[in-house]
């Protein structure tokens, strides 16, 4: 998908957000309320959760396991100077209205 004419074409991006409106969980559609889900995140994991939680992410409660809580996306396997949250978010899944409303086209498309 080319996100891009959607900044020129807003009746193009309100059908996108309005085809795909509910978030997978939208019991943390908060920050805090994602927040608290890395209160069992190991500090020895690597990644700050308080960038990912900002990201959208849920903590699963497993290993270094985190979820979209719009578009369901499952990221793990955080290594020493892996990627930024946003960015890999954005390549795993560029159709995520949370993303897309927040980062913008031109961020996703830097991404690809």
């Not at 991006?13 to 559609?29: D, G, I, K, Q, T």
């Not at 209160?39 to 959208?56: I, R």
């Not at 930024?84 to 913008?104: M, Q, R, T």
Request: proline share 4%; net charge positive; glycine share 4%.
């Amino acid at each position: 998908m080319n996100l891009l004419k959607y900044s020129k074409d807003f009746p193009s991006l309100l059908h996108l957000v309005r085809n795909n409106p509910y978030p997978v969980y939208p019991e943390y559609s908060s920050f805090l309320s994602r927040l608290k889900t890395y209160e069992s995140w190991a500090s020895t994991l690597l990644k700050d959760k308080y960038s990912l939680a900002e990201c959208s992410f849920k903590y699963t409660g497993t290993q270094d396991m985190i979820q979209c809580f719009f578009c369901g996306l499952i990221l793990k396997n955080w290594m020493q100077g892996s990627g930024d949250a946003w960015f890999e978010h954005s390549k795993s899944n560029p159709n995520c209205i949370f993303v897309i409303l927040y980062k913008g086209n031109q961020f996703i498309e830097n991404v690809k």
